[in-house]
């Protein structure tokens, strides 16, 4: 199987500040990489998909890059909606794998 | 717009069985594959199963392989995750979501609101 680490677990962070959670692979998935938001008491939001492609509705603000291996999430000007927990999850084979989540916190 | 609605969860002893549900709407539900996602309370996602848009095709994580079934009625527009031999570590809100395609290659592209199963002696 293959499995997702995700850096940081925490990240503590201002309204304005950018922030950039990083996401690796233990072998090559290629571009197969999502991310997503998660509030607390909610369902999981699908923001970027293949590792780049931004979702229709999510804020210019979020991106992503990266292909194989390693991934990126940035948030360029954090505003206050965007402190939650982020995950990334490969879906290049089955089982399909989350990183461990970052939970980004208002500094 | 596409919406999911799980029901089914509650509580129940370890080594007992449960059956979610999971009605979908907002989109032609025979053309897409179908997942079920799990959060254990205060922990991260973690993958259980899909199906593929025809019920054809079934992938489970490891942890629930040979205690859990997915499975669909697609002329109910409705998938089903069976849950038999329950552990206490299958505690967890389960999640039903929408792939963006019929089988592989494609995210998650939508939740439902989730539904809690607590398994407790």
């Known amino acids: 199987d293959i499995q997702m680490t995700q850096s940081p677990p925490t990240l503590s962070a201002s309204v304005g500040d950018r922030v950039t959670i990083t996401c690796r692979a233990s072998?090559?998935?290629?571009?197969?990489l999502a991310w997503y938001q998660q509030r607390p008491g909610k369902a999981p939001k699908l923001l970027i998909q293949?590792?780049?492609i931004l979702e229709s509705g999510v804020p210019s603000r979020f991106s992503g890059s990266g292909f194989g291996t390693e991934f990126t999430l940035t948030i360029s000007s954090l505003q206050p909606d965007d402190f939650a927990t982020y995950y990334c999850?490969?879906?290049?084979?089955?089982?399909?794998?989350f990183g461990q989540g970052t939970k980004l916190e208002i500094k | 717009q596409v919406q999911l609605v799980e029901s089914g969860g509650g509580v129940d002893q370890p080594g007992g069985s449960l059956r979610l549900s999971c009605v979908g709407s907002?989109?032609?539900?025979?053309?897409?594959?179908m997942h079920w996602v799990r959060q254990a309370p205060g922990k991260g996602l973690e993958w259980m199963a899909a199906?593929?848009?025809?019920?054809?095709?079934?992938k489970y994580a490891i942890s629930v392989r040979g205690r859990f079934t997915v499975s669909r009625d697609n002329s109910r527009n409705t998938v089903y995750l069976q849950m038999n031999s329950l552990r206490i570590e299958d505690t967890a809100v389960y999640f039903c979501?929408?792939?963006?395609?019929?089988?592989?290659?494609?995210?998650?592209?939508?939740w439902g609101q989730g539904s809690l199963v607590s398994v407790s002696s």
């Open positions: 979501a929408r792939d963006g395609g019929r089988g592989s290659g494609w995210p998650i592209d939508y």
């Open positions: 907002g989109f032609t539900f025979s053309n897409f594959a």
């Open positions: 199906i593929s848009f025809d019920g054809v095709t079934k």
């Open positions: 072998q090559s998935i290629t571009f197969y």
């Open positions: 293949k590792g780049s």
């Open positions: 999850q490969h879906y290049y084979d089955y089982p399909y794998t």
